[in-house]
């Protein structure tokens, strides 16, 4: 890894350890002991940091990137390329600051982001995904003949550059996240905050920190949407859409169209006046158990209007419009279960896809491609047996899928039989490789 790799680390252990601290301990030890407390622990998490650095290592062998690490218990994790479906380059903020960068790859099958190597040169990490996704097989450029990686001072190799789809505006983003239930309800919780404070006359510390916790819960989501969000940029490059993004912390994700197993369209409630909507993707082979979100490349268009997203759609489901969709509604006796959304549940059978509306306040689109599915299911609850109704669910590998929702049963069970069918005739026509 680079020589500053242990600064790095270093870092954010120091974080860790001030907020392990706390506050009460400030009070009870004094300032001046704090800090040596602090130092002490900074400096053995400084230590560590660099043992890990020199005991860690990686190399290419033939169509396997091995990664040696640790010191008493030494340990080498091995990964076959083949499996192998991206390479992310990401600069958190410290990174970014010291020209550093970090790749995480991502694996079919992982229960997480695989052998993360923290941290590269720019130069260094830029070459070794190029290497990387040429010997796995997902790049157009041939395999250097050399089995070792890049020198860190050499230049990396030339980056197709694609094809632009679409650019966020910040502007947009910003009003995007104005336009949600946590901003409007952020007005209602700074007065009540400053009643109580008029109205008491003095306030404990946890009565503060637990104020100030909860006023940050409600405005965490749309900040952390715009930091992640920040300068989104969606290229086509060969088979796969590359998506670059963030402020704090860059990320250059890249998804292979032909593992696509979803696309979802979202209408929030407070977008519609402006015409905006968003779209996710539902990608086979990454990791569905990664506690952070922000790993996995979900993110289509984080907010655009509807030509915007058709021309996305169009990019990812050719020939889908998102215009001319069918869907039709359940039978009316499903109005005993859904009284006030029945009007906006309903599905259909597109030529390429199968389409399942659902929402009343905030709508939502699933479309799963044929090929895509995995299984067909049939369910029924207790309220559904009386009024002879069931569901019907088009599973896919990356999980979720789609659901058609309180179908008159006899529908179910034809639906279900065509959709089984479909999906058999889309992967015998080789419209999409298997997930």
């Known amino acids: 890894m680079h020589p500053l790799s242990p600064a790095l680390h270093g870092a954010k252990s120091l974080v860790v350890v001030i907020a392990g601290l706390s506050w009460s301990t400030l009070s009870r030890v004094g300032f001046g002991w704090f800090a040596v407390l602090v130092a002490v622990f900074a400096l053995g998490a400084t230590v560590l940091s660099v043992i890990s650095w020199w005991n860690t290592g990686y190399h290419v062998v033939g169509r396997e990137l091995r990664v040696h690490e640790g010191l008493l218990w030494r340990r080498t994790r091995a990964i076959p390329l083949e499996r192998l479906q991206a390479v992310e380059v990401v600069r958190p ?54 089995a ?94 590359r998506v670059r993004n963030g402020l704090l912390e860059t990320r250059m994700q890249t998804v292979p169209l032909h593992r696509v197993q979803t696309v979802g369209v979202t209408w929030p409630l407070l977008w519609r006046m402006k015409g905006w909507l968003r779209l996710r993707l539902e990608v086979a082979g990454y990791s569905a158990a990664e506690p952070d979100d922000r790993n996995r490349p979900d993110r289509l268009l984080p907010v655009g209007d509807a030509r915007t997203g058709e021309l996305v759609v169009a990019e990812v489901l050719p020939g889908v419009r998102l215009a001319a969709l069918p869907a039709t509604l359940p039978p009316r006796r499903a109005r005993w279960l859904r009284p006030l959304s029945r009007a906006r549940v309903g599905a259909g059978l597109d ?85």
């Open 351 to 435: 030529e390429q896809v199968f389409v399942a509306r659902s929402g009343l306040l905030t709508r939502r689109l699933t479309l799963v491609p044929y090929a895509r599915i995995q299984s067909v299911r049939v369910t029924q609850g207790p309220a559904q047996r009386r009024l002879r109704l069931a569901t019907v669910h088009a599973d896919t590998a990356g999980g979720s899928g789609a659901a058609a929702l309180d179908r008159d049963l006899a529908e179910a069970w034809e639906l279900a039989a065509e959709l089984t069918d479909r999906a058999h005739a889309a992967r015998r026509a080789g419209q999409g490789r298997p997930g």
């Open 93 to 146: 903020l410290l990174a970014q600051l010291t020209g550093l960068a970090e790749l995480r790859l991502e694996v079919v099958g992982g229960g997480k982001t695989e052998a993360p190597l923290a941290y590269l040169s720019v130069a260094e990490a830029t070459a070794l995904r190029q290497r990387l996704l040429a010997v796995a097989g997902r790049a157009p450029e041939a395999v250097p003949p050399a």
């Open 148 to 241: 070792g990686t890049p020198a860190a001072g050499a230049p990396p190799a030339p980056v197709p550059a694609g094809r632009r789809l679409h650019s966020v505006r910040n502007q947009d983003l910003l009003v995007s996240q104005l336009l949600t239930p946590q901003a409007f309800l952020l007005p209602f919780g700074l007065a009540f905050v400053v009643a109580q404070f008029l109205s008491e006359g003095s306030w404990s510390f946890i009565a503060v920190a637990s104020t100030l916790t909860a006023m940050a819960g409600v405005v965490l989501q749309p900040v952390r949407r715009v930091l992640d969000d920040w300068s989104f940029r969606l290229d086509r490059d060969g088979d796969a859409l």
